[in-house]
C-alpha cells in the first residue's frame, strides 16, 4: 500500500465520511445484523457523541472508525481515505479502562505508539512530556498504573490518544468507569484538551448528561439492528458550565435523546 | 453443538493417531519392538494381564490403599481445613507452616515411613494419607473462603439459622470447589500410593510395575502402564463432568 | 501475641523436640534419629553427600532446561491459538491426571540407569505443568491490552513482544515455580528408585542398612534444594510484581487449570 502521506486528502484532516456503513456478525447459528445502513457526516473540529442503548452497535462504528475492525459493506473514510487497519497518525483511540500496560510507566505508556516506530528515545521523551503536560499530568511521569487514581489514568490514556497528534480522537466509554464527581472533573478537562487542540472528537457513551453536556452533535443510536435515529445540534455556548445542567435547553435536548432509547427498549 | 461434536472427534483422532504412530514404530522395526512392543501386543497383554488373578489381587491391594488413604485424608483434612478458615488468628499462624509443608516435596519423605511402618499395608496408606492430607486441607480452606460475605449477609438479614445456613448457602457456594478439590486430592492420593508400592513393597500394581521393569518385560510394563493411566483419567474425566454439572453456581 | 510471633515459636519449638525427643528416648533413634545426630552425619560424609549432590544439581539443571523450556514454548504456542487450545488443553490436563511416575521403569529400560533415564522422567514430569501454567498465562492477557496495542498501530510481532510476553510473565513464573520444584523431585524420586548416584541413592542406600540419620541428611539436603528454588522463583516474581495486573483478575482460564492443580503432586 501506498504510504498515505503521499495521497492529496480530498477532504480535509479529521473530516469523517461514513457512507451506508452494515455490520453482519456471522455466527454457527445466525447472522446477526449489527449495524444497517449508517450514514454520518463529521465535520473537523466537531465534538461529536454517539449515545444509545446497549447492542445499537455505537462501539462497534468507533472501532470501524478506528480500522480495529471492516465492515461488512458502506465506506468509511477519516481525512479523505479510507481505514482499512490502524493508523495513529490520524486516529488515537481512548478506551473505556485498564488500557494501559501495567508494567510500564505512566511517560513509557504515553510513548508506547512512539516506540512502536522506532522514535529516538530523546524524542520520545520530549513528546511523552509535552502530551502528559497537556492533560495534567506533569510530574506524574515515573508512576505505575497501579500508582494512579482512575481519573489521572485516564488522563494517562488520552495523552497516550494525543501523543502522535491525530487529527481525530476515538473515545469508547472512557469514563464509564469513574465516580460521578471524577466523570465531571474528567468532562471538563476533555473540554479543555479539545479546545486546546481542536481535534475531531467521537465520544461513545451510555450516559445522556454526559452526551449533551460534551457535545456539539449528538447521535442517537437504536438497537436490532443498529442504525441512527436521530441527530442533534446542541446549541448551547461554551465554555459548558455546571448550571446549565439544569436549564430548560439542556432539559429537552436531553428528554428528546431519552424518548428515542425508552422506545427501542 | 456441531462444533463441540467436531472438537470431540478430533481429540479421538489425536489419540488414534497416536496409537496408530506407536503400532508403526514398532510394526515397522525403526524402533526395536523389544524396547516398544506394538500397541496391539500391549493392548492384547493388557487383556492377558486383567484375567490374571495375581494381577487382580495386585489391583485390589492399591484399590484397598488408595480409598483407605483417601477415607482417612479426606475428613481429616477437610476438619482441620474448616478450624483453619473459620478463626482468623488460628488462620494467620497455621497459613505459611502449611503453605511451607504443602510447597515441598512429599516423596522424598517415603524412607521415612518405610523406617517406621515397615513395607506393609499400613506404609501405604501412611504415605498416601501423608501425600493428600495438606492439598484437602488447602483446599478446604480456599472453599470456605469462597463462600461470598454478601450472601452470608443477605442469609443473616433474612434470620437463616445457622444450620439453613450451612445447608443453604455454605454448602452449595462451596461444592464445586470441594469437587475440585476431591478431584486433585485422588491424584496426590494415587500417586503417593504408587510410588510407595513402586518403592519397597511386596504386593500391589506398581510393586508390580517395577518388577517388570527390573525384568525389562515391556509388554507386561507397558501394558500396566496403559492400565493406570486409564484408571486415572477415567476417574479424573468422571469428577470432572459432576463438576461442569453443577458448574453454574460459580461465579 | 501476634501471630508471626506464635509461628516462630511453633517452628522453634518443632525443631528442639526433633533434638529433645530422640536423644530422651521417647522416639526410637531408627524413627527420627536427634537433628544434632542428623547434622553431624551429614557433615562426617560431607564429602560423599557434595558428590552426590553434584550429580543430583547436575541432573536438575538439564531437565530444567528441557522442561521449563519446551514448557514454555509449548504452552505459548497452543495457548495463543484457540483452535488447538480448545482441542489439546483438557487433554493434557487429563494426562495431569496420571501418575506419571510409573513412566519411569520405562525410562530405566530405554535409556538405562545412569543420568539419562532420570533426566528424562524429570523433564516429563515438569512440563505439564509449566506447559498448563503459561498457556493459561498467556489466555489470561486482558484483550483491551491487545486491542489498544493494535489501535496503536502495533504489527503481531510488537504485540507479542512488548504486549503478550510482558503480560504473560506473572503466570509463566508461577509455572517455572512448580515445573521447577517437579522437576527436582523427579529428580530424586528416580535416584531413590533405581540409580547408582545422587541423593535419592544416598537416601535409598542408607534406608536399606537402616541408617536413619544419615538418611535424613539426605532428606534434609533436598528440602535445602527444594527451598532455595522456592525462594529464587519468589525473589524474581517479586521483583515482578509489577506485572502482577497484566490479567483480568479472577480469571481462572474457564476451569481448565485450576491453581491447585499446579502444585507439586508430591
Not at chain 1, 149 to 156: H, Y
Not at chain 2, 63 to 92: C, D, M
Amino acid at each position: 500500500m501506498q504510504p498515505l502521506a503521499n495521497i492529496t486528502p480530498l477532504k480535509p484532516a479529521g473530516a469523517i465520511e461514513v457512507r451506508n456503513v452494515g455490520q453482519i456478525f456471522k455466527t454457527t447459528t445466525q447472522d446477526v445484523v449489527a449495524l444497517e445502513d449508517v450514514s454520518l457526516d463529521v465535520r473537523p473540529g466537531r465534538f461529536v457523541v454517539l449515545v444509545g442503548p446497549s447492542g445499537c452497535g455505537k462501539s462497534t462504528l468507533l472501532m470501524m472508525m478506528a480500522g480495529l475492525r471492516q465492515q461488512t459493506s458502506g465506506t468509511i473514510t477519516i481525512s479523505g481515505a479510507p481505514i482499512p487497519e490502524p493508523d495513529p497518525n490520524r486516529v488515537g483511540v481512548v478506551f473505556q479502562e485498564a488500557s494501559l500496560f501495567p508494567w510500564l510507566t505512566a511517560e513509557e505508556n504515553v510513548e508506547f505508539p512512539l516506540a512502536l516506530r522506532g522514535v529516538t528515545k530523546s524524542d520520545r521523551r520530549a513528546r511523552a512530556q509535552d502530551a502528559l503536560k497537556l492533560v495534567g499530568l506533569d510530574g506524574f511521569g515515573k508512576r505505575h498504573p497501579h500508582e494512579l487514581s482512575g481519573g489521572m489514568k485516564q488522563r494517562v490514556s488520552i495523552a497516550r490518544g494525543l501523543v502522535q497528534d491525530p487529527p481525530v480522537l476515538l473515545m469508547d466509554e472512557p469514563f464509564a468507569a469513574l465516580d460521578e464527581q471524577t466523570r465531571m472533573t474528567m468532562g471538563d478537562e476533555l473540554l479543555r484538551i479539545w479546545a486546546a487542540t481542536g481535534k475531531t472528537v467521537v465520544f461513545v457513551t451510555h450516559s445522556l448528561t454526559e452526551a449533551v453536556y460534551l457535545a456539539d452533535e449528538v447521535i442517537v443510536m437504536s438497537p436490532r439492528p443498529g442504525r441512527i435515529v436521530d441527530h442533534l445540534q446542541v446549541s448551547l455556548p461554551r465554555p459548558r458550565t455546571y448550571e446549565m445542567l439544569s436549564g430548560d435547553a439542556f432539559g429537552s435536548l436531553r428528554d428528546r435523546i431519552w424518548r428515542h432509547i425508552r422506545k427501542s427498549a | 453443538m456441531q462444533s463441540g461434536l467436531a472438537v470431540k472427534a478430533a481429540r479421538v483422532a489425536i489419540v488414534v493417531a497416536l496409537f496408530a504412530i506407536w503400532e508403526i514404530l514398532s510394526r515397522t522395526g525403526i524402533v526395536n519392538p523389544r524396547l516398544l512392543p506394538s500397541a496391539s501386543d500391549t493392548l492384547s497383554t493388557l487383556g492377558e494381564l486383567l484375567q490374571r488373578a495375581s494381577v487382580r489381587k495386585d489391583l485390589a491391594v492399591t484399590a484397598t490403599e488408595v480409598v483407605t488413604a483417601f477415607a482417612l485424608a479426606v475428613p481429616v483434612g477437610a476438619l482441620i481445613g474448616f478450624l483453619i478458615a473459620e478463626n482468623r488468628y488460628f488462620a494467620e499462624v497455621a497459613k505459611p507452616l502449611l503453605f511451607f509443608a504443602f510447597s515441598i516435596p512429599k516423596s522424598i519423605f517415603l524412607p521415612m515411613f518405610i523406617l517406621v511402618f515397615g513395607v506393609g499395608f499400613s506404609q501405604k496408606v501412611g504415605f498416601g494419607f501423608f501425600s493428600t492430607i495438606f492439598i484437602v486441607i488447602m483446599s478446604t480452606t480456599t472453599a470456605v473462603e469462597s463462600v461470598k460475605v454478601e450472601h452470608l449477609t443477605v442469609a443473616r438479614s433474612y434470620g437463616a439459622t445457622p444450620v439453613q445456613t450451612a445447608f443453604r448457602v455454605y454448602l452449595p457456594s462451596m461444592l464445586p470447589v470441594l469437587l475440585e478439590a476431591l478431584r486433585i486430592s485422588m491424584i496426590f492420593n494415587l500417586t503417593g500410593v504408587i510410588l510407595a508400592e513402586m518403592y519397597a513393597s511386596r504386593d500391589g500394581i506398581g510393586h508390580q510395575i517395577a518388577t517388570w521393569g527390573e525384568n525389562f518385560q515391556m509388554k507386561q510394563l507397558l501394558a500396566g502402564v496403559v492400565m493406570i493411566a486409564a484408571i486415572a483419567i477415567a476417574f479424573n474425566e468422571l469428577v470432572r463432568w459432576v463438576e461442569t454439572r453443577c458448574s453454574h453456581w460459580r461465579t | 501475641m501476634s501471630a508471626a510471633t506464635l509461628r516462630r515459636l511453633i517452628v522453634f519449638g518443632l525443631i528442639a523436640l526433633w533434638e529433645i525427643l530422640p536423644r530422651a528416648g521417647f522416639i526410637p533413634e531408627l524413627f527420627l534419629p536427634s537433628l544434632s545426630s542428623t547434622l553431624a552425619a551429614g557433615w562426617n560424609e560431607a564429602g560423599e553427600y557434595g558428590h552426590a549432590l553434584a550429580v543430583t544439581l547436575y541432573e536438575v539443571a538439564i531437565s530444567m532446561a528441557f522442561a521449563c523450556g519446551g514448557g514454555i514454548l509449548l504452552g505459548a504456542i497452543v495457548g495463543s491459538l484457540p483452535r488447538p487450545r480448545i482441542l489439546i488443553m483438557p487433554m493434557v490436563s487429563s494426562l495431569y491426571a496420571v501418575p506419571l511416575v510409573i513412566l519411569y521403569p520405562v525410562f530405566t529400560v530405554w535409556l538405562g540407569i545412569g543420568s539419562e533415564s532420570k533426566i528424562a522422567f524429570a523433564s516429563i514430569y515438569g512440563f505439564l505443568p509449566t506447559m498448563l501454567a503459561t498457556a493459561a498465562g498467556i489466555q489470561t492477557i486482558d484483550p483491551q491490552l491487545l486491542l489498544a496495542a493494535r489501535s496503536m498501530g502495533a504489527t503481531l510481532s510488537q504485540r507479542l513482544v512488548r504486549v503478550i510476553i510482558p503480560a504473560a510473565i506473572p503466570t509463566v513464573l508461577s509455572g517455572l515455580r512448580v515445573g521447577g520444584a517437579l522437576v527436582i523431585v523427579g529428580v530424586v524420586v528416580s535416584e531413590m528408585l533405581i540409580s547408582s548416584a545422587g541423593i535419592g541413592y544416598l537416601i535409598s542406600r542408607y534406608r536399606t542398612i537402616l541408617d536413619s540419620p544419615h538418611v535424613f541428611a539426605g532428606v534434609l539436603l533436598v528440602l535445602a534444594m527444594a527451598i532455595a528454588f522456592n525462594a529464587a522463583i519468589k525473589w524474581i516474581e517479586r521483583k515482578a510484581a509489577i506485572w502482577q495486573t497484566g490479567t483480568r483478575a479472577g480469571q481462572d482460564s474457564a476451569g481448565e487449570v485450576a491453581p491447585a492443580a499446579l502444585q507439586p503432586a508430591t
